[in-house]
């Protein structure tokens, strides 16, 4: 079923990025992907790799429209991530990277500021990030990485690689690839961001009979009395996980994190299409890699498979069009991981283990956020007003606990999130 969406042209705002970031990303990837594997060392989780990109092209890098500075960082320790632990075939890493994407739907969905696109087949998503985190990640990636090593069913996000696109005029912009938590081919009914946090932590329940796609929070959750329901195994085991993962980030000083939590109601299954007609295709004119030169010389060598199935792919209609087709099912990595393993989430199963009727997509995002001074002015602030500790910014030691305990409390079994609740 292919989706239609408005396509992004040239005059758009983010066009230039968007084509900057891309070709960027193609080209760096490419060319680590296609030298021999060999054992990380200390020096690969700080290294960075810098590319310039212009119009008439050099050995290095293809012609491309605009003249822009690419970096990749640690683009070694990504590899090894992506490939040992995170179980995607470059090739494909590669190919889903390539032509189009689809921007946010949800325009900028954070506070934030940062803008979230997806690729075509909706596995990855680029998120722009803002230089403390950018630098954040980079002075953890090797904590990072081994936790990641030692949980290989770990909910925290799963980051493919970092990179930043410099502009002609110095603006400067930093980026993650990480795994989309929620299916192409299934519709996700109902969304929460849990943070174990209550205050002011409510979509206004009016708006949200009205949304469908909207992202409902701790308060609604609590007050639509919803419970995660999984039997003694899952609950065992999604605890066991959470634990490890809060207790993590405890360890990196980070907050602000939460849990996502996509619903899908399998008797409802996909009939109400929810993003259908909403998708913005963006689909930049690439340069065409120079084959020879980049691709590598054994005729195996991921870039060129990768090659040869775009080239395959690329039927000229759906590369000028706005239409994007989505996977009807769940193949990939996702099969390779205890809590995404049901149709590429967690199946809801009754106190027997018997299989209900709900597919839970989960996960723990945004969490590249260390109490830093404005957390802790954040934190005295809205401590004057409210609960101290029921407030969001908290201390990483308090909000690892507090998220923790939430979450085992909003399981079946578990009390409900009302203890929660500001008084
Ligand atoms: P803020 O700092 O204001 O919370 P942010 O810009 O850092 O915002 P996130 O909290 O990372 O953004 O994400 C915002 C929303 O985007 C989430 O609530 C969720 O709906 C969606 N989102 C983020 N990451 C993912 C992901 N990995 N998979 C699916 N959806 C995601
Ligand atoms: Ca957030
Ligand atoms: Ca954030």
């Known amino acids: 079923k292919p989706l239609v969406g408005n396509l992004i042209g040239e005059d758009h705002v983010n066009y230039v990025l968007m084509y900057n970031m891309l070709t960027g990303i193609r080209i760096a990837v490419s060319r680590c992907q296609a030298k021999i594997r060999r054992p990380l060392t200390d020096e690969d989780y700080t290294a960075r790799h810098k590319y310039s990109f212009d119009i008439v092209g050099n050995e290095l890098t293809p012609s491309a429209k605009y003249d822009f500075k690419f970096k990749d960082y ?103 690839i990480m795994n989309n938590l929620f299916p192409a081919h299934k519709d996700i009914h109902e969304t929460y961001d849990l943070k174990g946090s209550t205050v002011g932590r409510e979509y206004p329940e009016e708006k949200a009979a009205q949304n469908p796609r909207a992202v409902l929070k701790d308060l609604n959750w609590i007050k639509r009395k919803k419970t995660l329901e999984l039997g003694p195994e899952k609950r065992a085991l999604l605890t066991e996980q959470l634990r490890r993962d809060s207790e993590m980030l405890k360890t990196l000083g ?54 040869r199935r775009i080239m395959r792919q690329a039927d000229p209609q759906s590369l000028d069009s706005g239409t994007i087709t989505l996977p009807e099912e769940d193949t990939g990595e996702r099969q390779y991981f205890l809590f995404y393993q049901d149709e590429g989430g967690l199946r809801a199963t009754d106190e027997a283990n018997e299989c209900m009727d709900t597919i839970y997509y989960l996960g723990v995002i945004d969490i590249l956020t260390p109490y830093n001074t404005l957390k802790k002015l954040e934190h005295f602030w809205k401590g004057l007003s409210a609960d101290r500790h029921k407030i969001s910014p908290v201390p990483p030691a308090e909000y690892a606990s507090r998220f923790f305990c939430f979450m085992k409390s909003i399981m079946r079994g578990g009390g409900g999130g009302e203890k929660f609740l500001p008084e």
Request: glycine share 6%; net charge positive; hydrophobic share 35%.
């Open 254 to 307: 980070v907050m602000d994190y939460s849990l996502l939590v996509g619903i899908h109601n399998m008797r409802r299954g996909n009939k109400d299409n929810v993003r259908r007609n909403t998708l913005k295709v963006f689909s930049p004119d690439m340069p065409m890699i120079n084959r020879k030169k980049t691709i590598g010389k054994g005729p195996q060598s991921p870039e060129a498979i990768a090659m």
């Open 74 to 176: 640690a683009p070694w320790v990504f590899r090894e991530l992506r490939e040992d632990y995170f179980h995607l075939d470059p090739a494909d890493y590669l190919l889903s990277l390539t032509a189009k994407y689809i921007l946010s739907e949800l325009g900028s969905p954070g506070k934030s500021g940062s803008f979230f696109y997806f690729s075509r087949d909706y596995r990855f998503i680029i998120k722009t990030i803002h230089h403390n985190e950018h630098k954040f990640l980079r002075r953890i990636l090797k904590q990072y990485y081994e936790h990641v090593k030692s949980n290989p069913h770990t909910l925290l996000s799963r980051f493919y690689g970092l990179h930043r696109v410099k502009l002609p005029h110095g603006r400067k912009i930093h980026f993650v």
